[in-house]
């Protein structure tokens, strides 16, 4: 099985976007899609079990654990992943078949996920969001309102990890004031679109602060 992916012929470009959870990715991709109405956000498959609100095949397609390692056996993911003790997974067919039509494609994925696309489509455009402090990142997350203490203590564990991985990707972006960090994902967007040169902030202070052990 190959596990290259392939858009020739076609102007899409595949987008990855990732950050540790509570950021603001999901809010970000959503309000970017409103924006830019020629994207298409790939719908993952997940073993993790619905949040109220939550709706098959349009936030996720929620399946089994027995029924995800059967899709992992046939090879239907382009990448999959355990995150935060559950997994995740992107449909190889799907972004395939976009990317053929011409479609630019997004991807909500974790740092795992994104090295695994990047091997299998290394012209693909990638994304870290960071959160501005971790305290902030801590506020996002109860504020959400959608996990247990447990799940938000496990997810604010693993953010360090997840971060640890920022330098890894194309573009990072500090979403501290919403609107300023989705022009600057507009304008990645655009400029990948346009062929042109966007120069954006590493950010390696604050990656030191958020990774220090306080
Ligand atoms: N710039 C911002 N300022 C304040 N609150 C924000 C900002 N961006 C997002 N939020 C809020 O933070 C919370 C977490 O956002 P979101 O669900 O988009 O995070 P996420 O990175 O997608 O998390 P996960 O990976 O767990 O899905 C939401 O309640 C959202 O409204
Ligand atoms: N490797 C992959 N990671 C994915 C995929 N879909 C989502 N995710 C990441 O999981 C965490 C948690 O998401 P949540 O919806 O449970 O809060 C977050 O970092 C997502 O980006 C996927 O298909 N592959």
Redesign the pocket.
């Known amino acids: 099985m190959s596990t290259h992916i392939s858009n020739a012929g076609s102007g899409g470009t595949l987008f990855i976007v ?4 509570g950021a603001g ?2 809010t970000l991709v959503n309000a970017l899609l409103e924006r830019e109405s020629s994207i298409s956000l ?1 719908i ?3 073993t ?1 079990p619905p949040r109220p609100g939550e709706q098959y095949g349009r ?2 397609y929620f399946v089994e654990r027995t029924e995800f390692q059967r899709e992992v056996a046939e090879g239907i993911f382009l ?3 355990e ?2 003790g ?1 997994f ?3 449909s190889r067919n799907t972004v395939q078949e976009l990317l053929q039509q011409g479609r630019d494609v997004l ?4 740092w ?3 090295a695994q696309v990047r091997k299998a489509k290394p012209d693909c455009v990638s994304v870290f969001i960071l959160p501005p402090s971790r305290a902030e990142l801590e506020r996002r997350l109860r504020g959400r309102g959608s996990d247990s203490e447990e799940v938000i203590e496990r997810r604010l564990r693993n953010s360090r990890g ?1 971060i640890a991985h920022a330098h890894e990707f194309d573009y990072i972006i500090v979403n501290d004031r919403f609107e300023d960090a989705l022009d600057t994902l507009q304008a990645i967007v655009r400029a990948v679109r346009q062929r042109t040169a966007l120069q954006c902030q590493r950010h390696e202070s604050l990656i030191r602060e958020l990774l220090a052990d306080r």
């Open positions: 990732a950050a540790p959870s990715k999901s790939s993952s498959h997940t993790r936030h996720y990448e999959h992943a995150v935060h559950n995740y997974g992107t991807l909500e994925i974790d795992q996920g994104a997840e």
